[in-house]
């Protein structure tokens, strides 16, 4: 028995008829952050219906099972199973526990999907029905019209497909928020690739972004990739919404301990000089297809996601993001994210 729960690839232990843990595997012990062999499951186990599916099992002696989200760095849903071992070992049972997760999320983002996309897209389907109805019709003989009507279909469509990107995107990064990147990033890097990738896409942008980087700037723990995206999104969205030629200013610097003096990790702060955005929008900025001002963002190709996206890569990074703004001023957006450790 003890074999069978090493081999298994989920978190699995053996208890007594006390709860307490005669052999736990190592996937278990990855989930606890700790060792787990003779110890009682309560003392890491804190979960009231887990810990009575349990106690169930052992006093009536038959296999129990139910689903119960428990909270580590994210909150996650694991089916628990608890049965008795069977001949010879019949004073213990046998615990597992099974990360249903990516199932539940998966069906709750097709259902997500399919009630966002419903809303988002009726707009611009609504249009191209409308235009080529008109193409069909009055304009079937007018080249000028054609030109005009086929102009505007082409910007639906592509605005369509952006929609569906981001939300594919989102989901994508929804699934594997449990999962901490490891790699060592220099955050320095991170910041000038985007604005270079930026600058080169769009006349208006060369310039205006300036970087300060205190020296020298420690690695971070993340992943360089998924934080190109924070940051184009960010410095994208203080471009796009501030006026034209006003200077985007970056500062990454370090945060130290008060006590130690020893260095927390990093923050970068993207400001922007635009008009500002009213306290009463900014707790909703992160939800999905929220805009402040939708005629704006949707004229701008904005998709309303953007800012999700960066909330759940942020949140991957075990980082957070903390958005000030003020009428008139202009809005700074900081993210907080941890140094590398090896």
């Known amino acids: 028995m003890s074999s069978i729960v090493n081999a298994m690839p989920y978190p699995a232990m053996l208890l007594n008829s006390k709860s307490q843990i005669v052999k736990a595997n190592d996937a278990a012990e ?20 887990a810990l009575a599916m349990v106690s169930e099992a052992i006093q009536d002696n038959q296999m129990n099972s139910g689903r119960v989200a428990l909270t580590f760095q994210t909150q996650r849903t694991y089916e ?14 046998l615990m597992t526990l099974a990360d249903i997760s990516a199932e539940i999320q998966a069906e709750r983002a097709r259902s997500t999907f399919v009630a966002n996309v419903s809303h988002e897209l009726r707009s611009p389907l609504t249009s191209l ?29 592509q605005r369509m497909s952006r929609i569906v990107m981001d939300l594919l995107s989102l989901s994508k990064f929804e699934a594997q928020e449990h999962i901490v990147p490891s790699d060592r990033v220099d955050i320095l ?26 020296d020298p700037i420690a690695p971070i723990r993340g992943d360089a ?7 184009q999104n960010l410095l994208e969205n203080a471009l796009r919404y501030s006026p034209p030629n006003s200077a985007i ?21 993207v ?16 939800e999905r297809f929220y805009r402040v001002d939708k005629g704006r963002s949707r004229q701008m190709g904005g998709t309303g996601l953007g800012l999700a996206i960066v909330k759940h890569i942020i949140n991957r990074h075990r980082g957070r993001m903390v958005i000030d703004s003020e009428l008139g001023k202009g809005t700074c957006v900081t993210v907080y994210l941890v140094p590398y450790t090896s």
């Open 30 to 49: 990855a989930l606890f952050e700790r060792s787990l062999n003779d110890i009682y499951l309560v003392r890491v186990l804190r979960h009231p219906e």
């Open 80 to 93: 628990v199973t608890v049965a008795p071992a069977g001949e010879p070992l019949s004073d213990l049972y």
């Open 129 to 157: 029905i409308g235009m080529v109805e008109t193409l069909r019709g009055p304009a079937r003989d007018d080249q000028a019209a054609q030109d005009r009507f086929l102009a505007l279909m082409h910007d639906e469509t």
């Open 189 to 214: 890097e991170v910041i000038t690739r985007t604005t270079s990738a930026l600058e080169a896409s769009d006349p208006d942008y060369p310039g205006r972004i300036k970087i300060e980087c205190d």
């Open 225 to 231: 990739d998924l934080l190109i995206e924070v940051f």
């Open 249 to 269: 200013d970056v500062k990454i610097s370090r945060r130290q301990s008060k006590r130690s003096g020893a260095q927390r990790g990093i923050q970068i702060s």
């Open 271 to 286: 400001q922007d000089y635009g008009d500002g955005i009213e306290g009463a929008h900014i707790p909703r900025l992160t």
